[in-house]
């Protein structure tokens, strides 16, 4: 399995919203993630790619802006030779950043891809950015239902914090609201480093990892993606 998690842009936008259909039952329109990637300042989206046998490793987007001090700021763009050696969008995820706390608003696996620790991976690079951002807490919206969910937040430490009646309108099932405890204290960051070294291991283990988080320190070359890259 070879992996490249790098921030979403616009070409992205079609897949990820075949994607959003299969896993959600309110997907958002394509106008919402336009706007997210264009007009929210406070807005990190990342898209997992699966890059096909064969292919090439491409090279991580450059940032079109400088990186120092956000580097989470930039829009990055592929040319389409590129784009089409990237392969399929296997994930997203995306929060806003609001001062010191992160609000996760979708994070989402291609049902076929679940169960390999993508999600994990995901939720990783979103808790990573936001401590590189220097939020202090993550908060979230789950379906009370959810129980898959749920249990990937909690590994992370999220825990329930609240309710919110209703709030899902297609049949007015309740969120419980999730929170981190504070991700820049020390024993957080432990134990998120333990769990990252062992979800390196797990997808290593998988086949070939090449995980490029702009920014991050997320980070894994086996020899056969490094020689292609
Ligand atoms: C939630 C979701 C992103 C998880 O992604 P995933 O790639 O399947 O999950 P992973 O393989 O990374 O698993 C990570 C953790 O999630 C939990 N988990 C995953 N699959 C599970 C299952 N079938 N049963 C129970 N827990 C499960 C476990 O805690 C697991 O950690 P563990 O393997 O150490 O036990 C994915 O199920 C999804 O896209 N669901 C639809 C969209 C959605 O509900 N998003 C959340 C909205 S709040």
């Known amino acids: 399995m070879r992996l490249l998690v790098e921030a979403m842009d616009l ?3 079609p897949e990820v919203l075949e994607v959003d259909r299969l896993s959600y ?7 919402a993630y336009r706007r997210e990637i264009l007009h929210n300042r406070n807005a990190r989206y990342f898209v997992l790619r699966q890059i096909p046998e064969g292919r090439p490793v491409p090279v991580p987007r450059e940032p079109s802006r400088p990186r120092f001090p956000l580097g989470f700021l930039f829009r990055p763009q592929r040319n389409e ?10 994930g997203y995820a995306g929060m806003w950043l609001m001062i010191d706390e992160a609000h996760i608003t979708t994070i989402a696996v291609r049902p076929e891809w679940r169960g390999k620790k993508l999600g994990e991976l995901l939720l990783a690079t979103l808790l990573e950015a936001a401590q590189d951002m220097g939020a202090h807490r993550l908060t979230l919206e789950v379906r009370m239902s959810n129980d898959v969910a749920q249990r990937l937040y909690r590994k992370y430490g999220f825990e329930t914090e609240g309710l919110r009646p209703r709030y899902y309108s297609d049949n007015n099932e309740d969120a419980y609201i999730m929170t981190t405890p504070d991700i820049r204290d020390e024993q957080y960051r432990r134990r998120f480093e333990e769990h990252v070294t062992e979800l390196q291991k797990r997808l290593g283990e998988a086949g070939d990892l090449f995980i ?5 320190s997320l980070e894994a070359h086996s020899e056969e993606a490094a020689k292609d890259a």
Not at 25 to 31: D, G
């Open 81 to 90: 030779e590129d784009r089409q050696s990237t392969g399929q969008i296997a």
């Open 11 to 13: 070409a992205d936008i």
């Open 25 to 31: 039952s309110l997907p958002w329109p394509a106008s």
């Open 212 to 216: 490029h988080l702009p920014g991050g």
